[in-house]
């Protein structure tokens, strides 16, 4: 049986039920907070794709298994201790699995003018002692709405964690985007080695799409991406062929070989440290799903979990 730690973003896996058991919301400057208790005795999903920045900082309690995975960013299990931080670029899909005991967290929303339009990079288990203080004194503060005292000290906390936020994530980020990643240097990445899964890329023909020398550019990439280029390239040919099973019955083999392994073997070995189970088996449980397989899939080609 796989391990369901993949959240599907295209409803291969009904979406579990958040347990909450209590949530404050309140907005003040320009951050939207919400402190929150949940229940993770069962199964929970946390997802996220907005247009702002999230952060979320854990507080308190126990999990037992936390899987996660961002579009573009660090995946794979990552079990939250108190004062650990997950950032959420805006429009950055991320979700995760957890199970546990409770879970207690606030979280973040902040504008991207807010750190002055600055790439935000997305992380796990972060440490800022900053905001993890800020937020656990806002999780106490925003619970007495009908406190004056409570309420004038939650905006200044909320004041010095937005003066911190621009400060370490903007100004000093700004500063930094020279020896960066541009926007288009990005895109130009992203299209080259998804249009063209099964080429022969280096480091050297990347590093020359953006002319980085590849030094630099190795380091540029892991802060942009949250990860190596041979691990994105990896993870772009499997979401590649996995679209290629969902939608065509054309042999595993062929498609072992279009996206880029050299063995099918090699990609057969990929394929189930990836999602679990084998290429043939994700095959039948995704057009066992979904009837027709050609229909469209996820817009970025990511993998369904199977179970």
């Not at 896996?13 to 951050?31: F, H, K, N, P």
């Not at 919400?34 to 907005?50: G, I, M, R, S």
């Not at 084998?278 to 066992?288: G, I, L």
Request: glycine content about 6%.
């Amino acid at each position: 049986m796989a391990d369901p730690s993949l959240q599907t973003w295209d409803g291969v896996r009904q979406r579990l039920r958040r347990d909450v058991v209590s949530r404050y919301q309140a907005r003040i400057g320009q951050l939207a907070i919400t402190t929150a208790t949940e229940n993770l005795t069962n199964a929970t999903d946390w997802t996220f794709q907005e247009d702002h920045h999230t952060i979320v900082i854990h507080l308190d309690g126990r999990l037992d298994r936390m899987d996660c995975e961002f579009a573009v960013g660090p995946s794979g299990r990552a079990i939250p201790t108190r004062g650990d931080i997950w950032m959420i670029p805006a429009g950055c899909r991320y979700a995760a699995l957890a199970q546990g005991d409770r879970a207690q967290f606030v979280e973040l929303a902040a504008p991207t003018a807010l750190i002055a339009d600055a790439p935000l990079v997305p992380r796990v288990r972060y440490r800022d002692e900053l905001l993890f203080g800020g937020a656990a004194r806002l999780a106490e503060l925003i619970a007495r709405p009908d406190d004056d005292l409570a309420v004038m000290a939650a905006h200044a906390i909320v004041h010095a964690m937005e003066i911190h936020l621009l400060d370490r994530y903007g100004r000093r980020r700004l500063k930094e985007r020279r020896r960066s990643l541009s926007a288009s240097d990005r895109a130009r990445l992203v299209d080259a080695t998804r249009s063209e899964p099964g080429g022969r890329h280096s480091l050297s023909t990347l590093a020359g799409l953006v002319d980085m020398d590849i030094r630099r550019f190795t380091s540029a990439f892991q802060e942009t991406f949250g990860q190596t280029p041979w691990q994105y390239v990896l993870r772009v040919r499997l979401d590649q062929a996995a679209e290629l099973l969902r939608q065509t019955n054309r042999p595993v083999t062929d498609i072992a070989l279009a996206v880029g392994f050299g063995t099918p073997s090699h990609f057969a070995t990929a394929f189930i440290r990836r999602s679990g189970v084998t290429p043939s088996r994700y095959r039948e449980f995704t057009q066992q799903s979904n009837p027709s397989p050609h229909t469209k899939g996820s817009p970025d080609g990511q993998f369904k979990t199977v179970r």
